[in-house]
């Protein structure tokens, strides 16, 4: 994907930021820890919600299929982990009626976050309409109070101007946050498409958030992100309700380099900053 010039010296220079302990911490804090494997179970999901709650503190939710959404709000019970669930997944080919009915039966058993798959196929294929229909039905059923995440599905779209164009579509179709991938089609979440979506929301001038999904598993992946986010947007402007990580395998690593032990080793000092490194801000 081919980026302008600034948006590539953005990724660049995040590209070489490693994870630092007070940054791995704080990505804890910001990941939805996530298991939507098709052979998953009622125990599957209490063992993920067991993890949800770690030594370096809670993550910002919990994302499962929709059919263990109450098995997950029972296990997660005064914790303050949030339930966020998957609609139109993983292909994003139901009709409107479907997404909005499947939406408003999640929130029903619980789930306080929704991740929508945008029809992607029928929008590279030059349809406009119908997949924002999709879209906004899903908005409706969400309402004021649970939030919508739009799963843009970036690896399959040909070109950058064509994923833009998606994700303003989007925003404009009550996008709470963009997301950029199903975690099921290869190449998932990269740094050139999180360039992209970011300075999209940036452009908008509107509160949406962003959340990097799929193939996310190490902690200086992670703070990656989190220094593209921080060159664009601004330093701190990555907090639970603007970005997220939805990933499984990635907090072991952030444990490790936040200290706290877990299947990877820790992480060396990184350039200091909140984000863990020294960016100048995007203009």
């Excluded at 911490?25 to 098709?38: H, K, Q, Y």
């Excluded at 709000?73 to 139901?94: C, D, H, M, W």
């Excluded at 995440?149 to 950058?160: A, M, Q, R, T, Y």
Aim: proline share 4%; glycine share 10%; with cysteine.
């Amino acid at each position: 994907m081919k980026l302008p010039a600034d948006l590539q010296r953005a990724l660049d220079t995040a590209a070489a930021v490693k994870a630092d302990a007070k940054g791995a911490g704080r990505a804890i804090g910001l990941l939805d820890l996530t298991s939507l494997n098709d052979d998953d179970t009622d125990q599957t999901v209490e063992a993920l919600c067991k993890r949800a709650v770690t030594p370096a503190g809670k993550v910002a939710a919990v994302c499962v299929w929709p059919r263990f959404v109450k098995t997950a709000r029972k296990a997660l019970k005064g914790s303050g982990v949030r339930i966020a669930t998957v609609v139109n997944f993983p292909s994003g080919e139901a009709d409107a009626a479907t997404v909005a009915a499947e939406t408003r039966v999640a929130i029903k058993d619980g789930a306080n976050e929704i991740d929508v798959v945008l029809p992607y196929r029928a929008f590279i294929d030059g349809a406009r309409t119908q997949p924002m229909n999709v879209i906004r039905a899903c908005r409706e059923a969400c309402g004021t109070d649970v939030t919508m995440k739009v799963i843009l599905e970036s690896g399959c779209f040909p070109d950058p101007e064509l994923l833009a164009w998606a994700a303003r579509d989007s925003i404009a179709a009550g996008a709470d946050f963009l997301k950029t991938s199903t975690g099921k089609v290869q190449p998932a979440a990269t740094l050139e498409a999180a360039a992209l979506l970011l300075h999209v929301i940036h452009e908008s001038g509107k509160p949406v958030g962003f959340k990097a999904a799929g193939g996310i598993r190490d902690a200086d992946g992670a703070a990656a992100f989190l220094a593209l986010a921080a060159t664009i947007q601004g330093k701190g402007w990555a907090k639970p309700d603007t970005f997220r990580f939805g990933a499984s395998a990635l907090l072991d690593s952030l444990l490790a380099a936040a200290g706290h032990g877990g299947m990877g080793e820790g992480k060396g000092e990184g350039t200091g900053g909140e984000d863990g490194v020294s960016v100048p801000h995007l203009t």
